[in-house]
């Protein structure tokens, strides 16, 4: 299958700070993007839904100020944390999708966990 | 408004038995697809299958063995003659039929082989 890769794998910051994980479509063009939230013994829940070119889609409760989604290339979707705090963390997994058709799938990325501290 | 229940919060088995975890969706869409993802500690999804609606028939895959039924709305996975590195969180997902679409995940069974 495609490849979808995360950058930083983990991270650990201090509170108040900002922190930027990248999600990245290694061998495709991923026209979707999506990012999701999983909090320890949790399941995954989205938090955005990312299209090239345009403004992302947020869940009902999911802060858009603070959870800035940027996907400016058919390769590359951006998650900014602003003003982190410790109930930020949590594994973030985006999956990427190259398009509407239903032969269409979608790839995970291998998450980075995010400690604040 | 889609939903996915995985009623087995957790299961521990000895190893080289068998194991059955219940997945139960609710749709409104008549065509979906569902899945089947492993999660090791290391945290990354590792995809097991993906099943159209159009598709009832069971599917074996080595030890790995799915039950879908419709009728039910029931997508169950077994994994036959378990062992220790089986041991993982299993989540079962759904999804419209389309290709950019997000998925809705279960709660998640976590799976414990003990040797």
């Known amino acids: 299958g495609a490849v979808v890769s995360q950058h930083p794998s983990w991270v650990i910051c201090k509170s108040g700070t900002s922190v930027k994980i990248e999600c990245r479509s290694l061998?495709?063009?991923?026209?979707?993007m999506f990012w999701y939230r999983q909090f320890p013994k949790q399941s995954l829940m989205l938090m955005a839904t990312?299209?090239?070119?345009?403004?992302?889609?947020?869940e009902q409760g999911v802060e858009k100020d603070k959870f800035l989604i940027n996907h400016a290339s058919l390769t590359l979707s951006t998650l900014t944390v602003t003003s982190a705090h410790p109930e930020d963390s949590s594994f973030y997994i985006c999956?990427?999708?190259?398009?509407?058709?239903?032969?269409?799938?979608?790839?995970f990325g291998p998450g980075t966990r995010l400690t604040v501290l | 408004a889609q939903k996915v229940t995985q009623a087995q919060t957790e299961i521990s088995v000895v190893e080289k038995e068998d194991v059955t975890l219940d997945c139960v969706y609710e749709?409104?869409?008549?065509?979906?697809?569902l899945f089947w993802y492993k999660q090791p500690p290391s945290g990354e999804l590792v995809f097991l299958i993906r099943?159209?609606?159009?598709?009832?028939q069971n599917e074996i895959s080595g030890r790995y063995s799915w039950n879908f039924q419709k009728s039910t709305s029931s997508f169950n996975f077994t994994i036959t003659a378990s062992q220790v590195v089986d041991s993982a969180v299993y989540f079962c997902?759904?999804?419209?039929?389309?290709?950019?679409?997000?998925?809705?995940f279960g709660k998640g069974t976590r799976l414990s082989v003990i040797a």
């Open positions: 999956s990427a999708s190259a398009g509407t058709s239903v032969y269409n799938e979608q790839f």
């Open positions: 061998d495709f063009q991923a026209t979707t």
């Open positions: 990312s299209n090239e070119g345009s403004k992302a889609t947020y």
């Open positions: 749709t409104r869409d008549t065509t979906y697809y």
């Open positions: 099943r159209n609606s159009f598709d009832e």
């Open positions: 997902a759904l999804s419209e039929l389309k290709g950019n679409t997000p998925l809705v």
